[in-house]
């Protein structure tokens, strides 16, 4: 049986390939393993040296040493490292360039602050004043004076004004305050002294209040007579808002006393300070003279709307 048949064209040109890589898996094997070099593979020797008899002896004579085993070479990575540095003095700078001369400040003068020389105490003395405390708006009254070193020379002032002024003794003294002093509330000094003012004494107060008022109350109506002479004022509480009919010298609020009723105003004085507090009629709530005579009706607490 022909395994080849040379009379195809296309089985001379496989013949031909598989030859030539036959070859070249050849040469390729070849530089391989035994390479292109002609000569020997070069060796390297190491001389050897003959030792001598002593040195013979000495290797009979001395054990060699065991290499060390592998616990010791792991224990001595754990060896503490003394570490000796070497003493190095480096030279001191000639000039420090960060140092420049300062001119020095200049001292500063302190205001020397005298000390206050405590003012020395008055000549005369002032114990007290009676009364301490007065409402503003009342009339005059009278004013005692304690004290001690008081002389007739002496005059009483209250807020710098000028008060006759009784002698009564070194220790006291009297005068009258009017009305006009303590018209408003506040705070009155009082003060001893001579006309020169080469005497004088330590001043106290003289607490002004404002006098009760009566605010609780509103005048909103009147009911008038013929005469005038009975008539009624309608006032109303603002706490309750109760209506009061009230006449002429009857007593509001256990303080404040009717003294004359007009279709304008209601004027009332406090019976304990003798101030006169005067209400004007509100707007809307007035019943004049020609106006129905009316009274407020009364308060009706439950009624019965049952025939």
Excluded: C
Aim: aromatic share 6%; charged share 20%; no cysteine.
């Amino acid at each position: 049986m022909q395994l080849v048949d040379l009379s195809k064209p296309g089985e001379k040109k496989k013949i031909i390939v598989a030859a030539v890589l036959g070859l070249v898996a050849i040469i390729v094997l070849w530089w391989t393993l035994i390479g292109f070099d002609s000569g020997p593979p070069a060796t390297s020797t190491r001389p050897t040296r003959n030792p001598s008899p002593q040195q013979r002896a000495g290797q009979r004579d001395t054990p060699r040493p065991e290499p060390p085993s592998q616990e010791v070479t792991s224990l001595a990575a754990f060896t503490e490292i003394i570490y000796a540095p070497s003493s190095y003095n480096p030279p001191e700078a000639r000039r420090n360039i960060f140092a420049y001369w300062e001119p020095p400040t200049k001292p500063v003068a302190v205001a020397s602050v005298p000390t206050p020389t405590p003012e020395p105490p008055p000549p005369v003395l002032l114990a007290s004043v009676s009364p301490a405390n007065v409402y503003a708006r009342t009339a005059d009254f009278k004013l005692e004076l304690a004290g001690d070193k008081f002389t007739p020379a002496m005059r009483i002032y209250v807020d710098g004004r000028e008060l006759p002024t009784s002698y009564k003794g070194p220790q006291q003294l009297s005068t009258t305050v009017p009305a006009a002093v303590i018209a408003t509330p506040g705070v009155r000094n009082v003060t001893v002294r001579t006309p020169d003012n080469q005497l004088f004494s330590n001043q106290l107060p003289i607490n002004v209040a404002a006098a009760p008022t009566p605010d609780n109350f509103t005048y909103i109506g009147i009911i008038s007579t013929q005469n005038r002479v009975g008539d009624i004022a309608l006032v109303q509480e603002r706490s309750n808002r109760n209506v009061i009919n009230a006449t002429r010298g009857d007593v509001l609020g256990g303080r404040f006393r009717v003294t004359s009723i007009s279709e304008k105003e209601l004027v009332m004085v406090d019976t304990s300070l003798k101030i006169k507090h005067t209400l004007t009629m509100a707007e809307g709530d007035s019943r004049g003279a020609g106006g129905p005579l009316a009274r407020p009706t009364p308060r009706v607490d439950a009624e019965d709307d049952e025939p």
